[in-house]
């Protein structure tokens, strides 16, 4: 599921290193608009549902942590 989220965060953000970055959004790397853009590809492509109140930055730091947002949202 890694790749897959990999391919998806590069077609929002091609020229950030998603392999490497761990601090996504606590390090601004990544700004809101890119964050809203990242929820509704999730939404469509992994057909998960994303409460806000279950949202936290930390979930969406790194590619890894956001394949296990997702696997989390799938049980």
Same mark, same amino acid.
Do not use: C, H, W, Y
């Given at each position: ?10 077609? %929002?953000?091609?020229?950030? +290193? ?8 606590? =390090?601004?790397?990544? #700004?809101? *608009? !890119?964050?809203?853009?990242? %929820?509704?590809?999730?939404? +469509? ?8 109140? =279950?949202?936290?930055? #930390?979930? *969406? !730091?790194?590619?890894?942590? %956001? ?9």
């Amino acid at each position: 599921m890694n790749k897959e989220v990999e391919t998806m965060l590069k077609q %929002i953000r091609p020229d950030i +290193d998603f392999r490497k970055e761990n601090k996504l959004l606590s =390090d601004g790397i990544l #700004d809101s *608009f !890119d964050f809203i853009q990242i %929820i509704s590809k999730l939404v +469509d492509v992994f057909e998960i549902e994303v409460d806000p109140m =279950d949202v936290t930055a #930390d979930d *969406f !730091d790194s590619a890894e942590k %956001i394949a296990a947002f997702i696997k989390s949202k799938k049980r």
